[in-house]
């Protein structure tokens, strides 16, 4: 085939189409313009300055509407909450070569400067946690303090920031209860209405959301600054409104979203890979700066929430939190550093260890008793039938009616969280006439008002397992809801309440019976409670042990925390898995643990997808070819091949870029891709492995590795070809069918036991029918899930980070979409000894080499991309479904 010359314009201008093969001219046209007298140019100038006052107040008017639109809808696009379909694969392992080779070509100011900002983003990320920090403590302090009354000097000051004498309470009786309720309620609805109505991903913790994240998806409205922009006032709302929820697991949300909005004035940061790195830096900083404790901030990033941590991102980790921490120490802004700052002075003897080991087995199984009725609340939620009658701001609204009105009975229940669990943590003067630490332990009963302690009597007992009880139960209804909720912080209630009536029963025991020769300090018990409830809902160890030495500080607590923090989890994990989990099943976001419970028994070739749309250099492509394979199929790019041998895989940003560079330089429809051009902007490294490969090496390449997809190719038996392009697995097709329950032997998991539907059971469905020359699809369906399973884009789409989907689905009008399976998958379910069609296939002869399919016009041009539907033919074939001709066709058909 010939090619003109790129840098001869007439052979392309040359090549136009003509209308009937005849040059079309347009004839002369005069037109006679009529005299305008002066009478009827004043009446024009009068009819536009009338004109001219309508179009002023319309103008208004329409300004007016939209000031009106906007304050009833401040964004104009309603924000999604993430799924299955909407959640995208981030390939790290390519963003590490790209990564490599800009730093390459960098000189050396270049490379000093992204160096500095590798150090600079991180400490910047510490010092906005912990302005953030100090804005939502200072906002709950604010509001809920007009709950219980007001203070005269200072406005909108809590009682404790209030001089002595010039505040003024609701009281405790009739006056005091309806203000309390009643702010409280509207406060809830608030937060409600603005999460609900503006930002609906800002709702909950935000935890299980950004361990999807850290997993290598991209969740597309997760942090965003218009979430950013909802989570920090709904925060301040839900939390000051006395709902049992905390401020210091969002704080982890909120930290990976200035992580997010500063990522993208970086360029490094602009890849994946880097930013994941920043947000487990933005991570340590938001814990460190909600508790004071930057150590435990950056082992909580590491242990709960990152699967990459490398050691790099580590010391980044580490900074941030330190900066966080440091603002908080130096400002004084909240108070003491740390959130529960205590100082015991009784050391712990070995014969408690049995009672602190009965607590840790308590907080398992209270941990796990509560992440049991939470998830399966959430679930019933999330039915049809409770969405349609129950909206979600009249849903909050009753939560927290109810939470406030439980409440109010209790004295310890009464004020929020924070200020019950430090009266509980903080001990009691040993010398008479010393004050109290603490207003609220003299007001309860847990101290005398001489500093001492008080007995621990029925009433006193009574009332902390009264407590208890009421926050476990509110806690459990309301976490979910369409508020901003972390549960660190009634966790920590909930174990402090029992650790307290545990100590403060031992001890009256002790004070009869002298079992025990040695002091007894019942706010010991308090914390290790506290550690153990914490440890059995989130499951976290060394993280925990080390935020509560921090919060101690001192060593002579380890083991009572390490005990109970293990005995915790392992009585937890026997029960079910840790409430983030739990949440990631229930709101179907992909997720590929570390170690999974499963035996496989199946390989790469059981699973694979076929039907691959390829781009087949031995056709010699042309310019148009290309560009009209780019309009008609939506995936984010395509595996290159050279007849039967494999050769890499292009993006589809780095094809569009090609394409735009060749017609600038003077390449026209008709002029052959050059492969000196193809080749450079190809990735030849991508990950390959053999059909045989066991799944499990496929999981370990997934997880380590980072990869978004594996190329599975091998050799034709009776020939010598030993590349050929098999099939592709992609990481969510293999979560998928580890969810269905398709591949390995997996114990029954929580979406099982809870009726949670997985992803779709409908096989991925690929392109069918022939591409003819103008490459027009004959029929019906595309979904971008066939072929790479993550991806959909157009092309301004393809490589922007946050996206609102990854699939894309395509109707032809000619036909109706049919409905696709995939055969052999349904024996998979408890069969050993099952193996896949397509097995014998990789081992057996395969079809003959493709034959050009026909367009309805004539012939295929030998210069034309084909979209082949499998390894033998581009052709449309209606054979019968339980046939199998080929290796890519009796895997996806039509029904």
């Known amino acids: 085939m010939h090619s003109p010359s790129p840098s001869d314009p007439s052979s392309c201008s040359s090549m136009k189409p003509t209308l009937y093969g005849n040059e079309v001219s347009i004839p002369d046209v005069q037109i006679d313009i009529p005299t305008v007298s002066p009478n009827a140019e004043r009446l024009a100038a009068a009819r536009i300055s009338v004109e001219s006052g309508f179009q002023r107040k319309s103008r208004v008017d329409k300004w007016r509407r939209s000031v009106v639109s906007n304050f009833k809808r401040p964004w104009k696009r309603r924000q999604q909450l993430p799924s299955w379909d909407s959640v995208r694969t981030v390939e790290l392992h390519e963003e590490e070569h790209l990564l490599h080779a800009e730093q390459q070509s960098q000189d050396f100011c270049e490379r000093w400067l992204w160096t500095m900002q590798g150090w600079l983003l991180p400490m910047a990320v510490g010092f906005l946690c912990f ?108 939390v000051a409104s006395g709902l049992a929820v905390g401020h210091e697991g969002p704080m982890v949300h909120v930290s990976v979203c200035w992580a997010q909005m500063l990522a993208r004035l970086s360029p490094q940061y602009q890849h994946e890979g880097k930013r994941r790195e920043l947000y487990s830096a933005a991570v340590a900083a938001g814990v460190s700066a909600a508790f004071g404790t930057p150590v435990g901030g950056v082992l909580f990033s590491l242990e709960e929430v990152s699967s990459h941590f490398p050691s790099r991102t580590l010391l980044r980790a580490f900074i941030a939190s330190v900066v966080a921490t440091l603002a908080l120490s130096v400002s004084k802004l909240t108070g003491p550093l740390t959130l529960f700052s205590v100082r015991y002075t009784v050391t712990c003897h070995p014969s408690e260890y049995v009672i602190f080991a009965l607590l840790g087995i308590v907080g398992g199984l209270v941990g796990a008793l509560f992440n049991a009725i939470n998830i399966r609340w959430n679930a019933f939620r999330a039915k049809p039938y409770f969405k349609e009658r129950v909206r979600p701001v009249v849903e909050v609204a009753v939560v927290a009616f109810l939470s406030l009105v439980t409440s109010w009975p209790l004295a310890l229940t009464r004020p929020l969280s924070p200020e019950g669990i430090h009266a509980m943590f903080d ?83 002790n004070k009869n019976w002298q079992f025990l020769s040695h002091q007894i300090d019942p706010g010991v018990y308090s914390m290790v409670g506290a550690a153990s409830v914490l440890g059995g809902v989130c499951r976290m160890t060394i993280s925990l042990v080390v935020i509560m030495l921090e919060l101690t500080g001192g060593l002579d607590y380890v083991v009572p925390f390490m005990l109970c923090v293990l005995l915790a989890k392992a009585v937890g994990d026997a029960v079910n898995e840790s409430i983030y989990d739990l949440q990631i099943v229930l709101k179907g976001y992909p997720f590929l643990h570390e170690e999974l419970d499963v035996t496989f028994t199946e390989r790469c070739v059981d699973i694979m997808e076929t039907g691959l749309t390829k781009v087949d250099i031995s056709l010699k492509p042309r310019l148009s070819d290309m560009q009209e394979m780019l309009s008609a199929f939506t995936y984010r790019g395509f595996p290159i091949v050279d007849g039967p041998h494999f050769l890499g895989y292009v993006r589809r940003s780095k094809l569009t870029d090609l394409l735009v560079s060749l017609e600038k330089a003077g390449y026209c429809d008709a002029d052959e891709v050059p492969l000196d051009e193809l080749m450079p902007v190809a990735d030849v490294t991508v990950m390959r492995m053999v059909p045989d490969a066991p799944l499990s090496q496929a999981h370990q390449v997934f997880k380590q590795l980072g990869c978004q997809h594996i190329f599975v190719v091998g050799g034709k038996s009776g020939t010598e070809i030993n590349d050929a392009l098999l099939g592709i697995l992609t990481k969510k097709s293999f979560l998928r069918f580890l969810k269905d329950g398709r591949v390995g032997h997996m114990p029954q998991g929580p979406s099982t036991e809870l009726g949670i539907p997985g992803p779709s059971d409908v096989a991925p469905r690929v392109i069918s029918g022939e591409l003819a020359s103008a490459m027009e699809v004959a029929h019906s369906v595309y979904n971008a899930e066939d072929v790479f399973t993550d991806g959909a884009h157009s092309p301004e789409q393809s490589d922007r980070s946050e996206t609102t989907a990854d699939s894309a689905e395509e109707v032809s009008p000619n036909r109706p979409p049919k409905r696709r399976y995939l055969r052999g998958h349904q024996g998979l379910r408890g069969s050993t000894k099952y193996r896949h069609p397509a097995t014998a296939k990789v081992q057996a002869a395969i079809a003959p080499p493709a034959k050009q399919a026909e367009s309805p016009g004539g012939p295929t041009r030998s210069g034309q991309a084909t979209a082949s539907n499998g390894y033998g033919s581009s052709q449309h074939k209606e054979s019968d479904p339980t046939s199998s001709n080929d290796l890519g066709e009796d895997v996806f058909r039509d029904s």
Do not use: H
């Open 131 to 238: 302005l953030t920090y100090v804005v939502i403590e200072r906002g709950i302090g604010a509001l809920s303090s007009i709950r219980y009354g007001f203070c005269t000097a200072k406005a909108w000051k809590p009682e404790e920031w209030c001089p002595e004498g010039y505040w003024i309470a609701w009281g405790d009786g009739i006056l005091g209860f309806l203000a309390s309720t009643c702010f409280g309620t509207a406060m809830a609805v608030l937060a409600a209405v603005l999460v609900t109505r503006c930002a609906p991903a800002a709702s909950g913790s935000g935890i299980p959301e950004v361990k999807t994240i850290l997993n290598g998806f991209v969740l597309p409205e997760v942090t965003t600054a218009r979430t950013l922009l909802i989570k920090v006032p709904g925060l301040i709302l839900a």
């Open 427 to 509: 001990t009691c003067s040993q010398n008479a006439n010393e004050t109290t630490r603490n207003r609220l332990q003299a007001k309860v009963g847990l101290c005398g008002p001489d500093g001492s302690y008080n007995e621990a009597d029925g009433p006193l007992l009574g009332m902390l397992g009264a407590a208890a009880c009421v926050r476990f139960l509110q806690m459990a209804f309301a976490i979910g809801p369409a508020v901003p909720a972390g549960i660190f912080v009634p966790s920590l209630f909930i174990g402090a309440c029992l650790g307290r009536f545990t100590g403060g029963a031992v001890k009256a025991l």
